[in-house]
Every structure is written in structure tokens, then in C-alpha cells.
Nanobody
Framework: QVQLVESGGGSVQAGGSLRLSCTAS????????MGWYRQAPGKQRELVAA???????NYGDSVKGRFTISRDNAKNTVYLQMNDLKPEDTAVYYC??????????????????WGQGTQVTVSS
């Protein structure tokens, strides 16, 4: 019913940049908080950045000043601009969103959704 489709991952050398995109498709009524998480091998999934529907942002300490999250509400899309990438940024990056989904003419349901993940690899 709802899909989060990510794009923009890849391989880059240290100091380089990448831009991730995530678009929500389906019978959405509204999208509240959207965010990016990442998980490196052997580590727990961690918050990279989040953005509210009103544009308030929150960043993980390790990416502050290097990454920028933004969103286009008309396109149901969230972006993550990653600059000055470091080898320790290597991980699978996952999009996350709180979505109000229309389930019938009269009813809706709020749920949290994850994308399938996109690999980011930074070489030294």
C-alpha cells in the first residue's frame, strides 16, 4: 500500500559527496516525520537525520555540519545531502517515515514505514 523507494547510494572516495533521495508512493493522506538511518556491519541502526513536516531538523552528532536533510512535501520526497564523506560513513542507509494512509473512503491508519536500504561506501 505504501512504498518508500530510495536512490542515490554508491561508492565515493573520502571527502566526496552523495545525495540520497526517498519517495513515498501509495495512498498517503499525509506524511509527518521523515528521516534517514544507517546501519554498518556489526553495529546497531542509528539515526542520521530527521525532519518534521514543518521543516524542523535533527542530526546525529557524527554528521552535524556535513549532512543536510530536506524534503519536498509536494513530491512526498526526503533528501539527504552528504558532504565531506568519511570511511566511517560507510553503511546501508534506510529511509523512514510516519505516514497517514487512507485505508478506505472513511478510514485512515497511521504507520511507520522503512525503505529497502541503499548502500553507501566511502573509501579512504
Amino acid at each position: 500500500q505504501v512504498q518508500l523507494v530510495e536512490s542515490g547510494g554508491g561508492s565515493v572516495q573520502a571527502g566526496g559527496s552523495l545525495r540520497l533521495s526517498c519517495t513515498a508512493s501509495g495512498n498517503t493522506v499525509s506524511i509527518n516525520d521523515m528521516g534517514w538511518y544507517r546501519q554498518a556491519p556489526g553495529k546497531q541502526r542509528e539515526l542520521v537525520a530527521a525532519i518534521s513536516s514543518g521543516g524542523s531538523t535533527n542530526y546525529g552528532d557524527s554528521v552535524k555540519g556535513r549532512f543536510t536533510i530536506s524534503r519536498d512535501n509536494a513530491k512526498n520526497t526526503v533528501y539527504l545531502q552528504m558532504n565531506d564523506l568519511k570511511p566511517e560513513d560507510t553503511a546501508v542507509y534506510y529511509c523512514n517515515a510516519d505516514i497517514l494512509l487512507r485505508t478506505s473512503y472513511y478510514t485512515t491508519r497511521a504507520s511507520n514505514y522503512w525503505g529497502q536500504g541503499t548502500q553507501v561506501t566511502v573509501s579512504s
